[in-house]
């Protein structure tokens, strides 16, 4: 009885015509005024606090900056060792990819944008442009042995620039095949800013697809330096970070969240930390997910739709209204 009287109450209180006092309202002359002071506020603020427009990152300014860096990898993408080598799909068969339990999703989605490092990365470039004669030899070369033989040749040459710390002119004599000539051509060819743009998606004049680029230069150590340096590692909240301190893209919280914490950050080679460490792109992606999909059908979870009403913080701020309701009742 007592809530039918709250409900007529409130119902006529909302139906009820207004008779306090009115004054003239132009809405059109304030969104004007609004509109531009918000105008003159963010053209103020944005030449304060605007995201900076850093200069692009090319392999160019890779192979200048970080020669040696750049030649390992190239080695490592012949050799077949590189990250994007042994990444698995949607790009190649090179290793199992990320799962979820016992559910693999990477190989379940197939190899749907095929990349062969040593070609499209090394060979294929060398290829587009005119070479000096080492260098069309050693492709002849290449391209004229089996696939077991430039394995061997480039495994072997890799290992032994691992034992020189990286540094080519340090590698003791060996059967290298034509891998130094190959990466030292291809290192000469990007600090010339020939390699940019080269890999780009062949037969379209304007290309939007940097696969190639992003996979080629994730697997030196000279993006990985630059994200390190304007703040975008996992660790420092990059993922939802323009470059340096700048905020970016808020919505990516609820995702940048879960790489914060050390059990998605494990150093270790084994156990569950290690596991939800090499998985963590999938596993965070299905706990936001979840998130998402019970705020979204928050109104048909039974006790959880209840939560507002049970904790009744609506009635703390409206509680003026309240009062003069129960008393109206």
Do not use: C
């Amino acid at each position: 009885m007592r809530d039918a009287s709250l409900r007529a109450a409130q119902h006529e209180l909302e139906t009820t015509h207004w008779r306090g006092p009115v004054r003239r309202y132009d809405i059109v002359k304030e969104g004007v005024i609004a509109f531009a002071v918000v105008a003159v506020v963010v053209v103020g603020l944005s030449s304060f606090l605007g995201s900076p427009d850093e200069p692009a990152l090319t392999f160019q300014g890779w192979a200048t900056a970080m020669p040696n860096d750049f030649y390992d990898t190239t080695v490592s993408e012949l050799a077949g060792t590189s990250e994007s080598a042994t990444y698995g799909p949607p790009y190649n068969d090179g290793g199992t990819g990320q799962t979820l339990g016992p559910i693999n999703l990477q190989a379940l989605a197939g190899i749907r944008i095929p990349v062969d490092p040593a070609n499209d990365f090394v060979i294929q470039p060398l290829q587009t442009q005119q070479q000096p004669a080492d260098v069309v030899a050693a492709l002849d070369q290449w391209t004229g042995a089996t696939a077991e033989q430039q394995s061997l040749w480039a495994s072997t040459y890799e290992t032994a620039l691992g034992a020189a710390d990286g540094d080519p002119t340090a590698v003791g004599d060996g059967d290298y095949g034509p891998v130094p000539v190959l990466a030292s051509g291809l290192e000469q060819m990007a600090a010339s800013g020939a390699l940019d743009g080269v890999l780009a998606a062949p037969g379209s004049f304007y290309s939007t697809d940097n696969t190639k680029q992003i996979l080629f230069m994730g697997d030196g150590g000279y993006l990985d330096a630059a994200a390190s340096a304007n703040e975008l590692q996992g660790n420092q909240w990059g993922m939802m970070n323009e470059t340096g301190a700048y905020p970016g893209q808020q919505w990516l919280a609820p995702f940048s969240f879960w790489y914060q914490l050390p059990i998605f950050n494990s150093e270790a080679d084994s156990g569950f930390a290690a596991n939800l460490t090499a998985n963590a792109d999938i596993v965070i992606m299905v706990i936001v997910v979840v998130f998402t999909l019970v705020v979204m059908l928050l109104p048909f979870i039974p006790g959880l739709r209840d939560l507002p009403r049970a904790i009744g913080l609506h009635r703390v701020i409206w509680r003026r209204y309240y009062a003069g309701a129960k008393e109206r009742a």
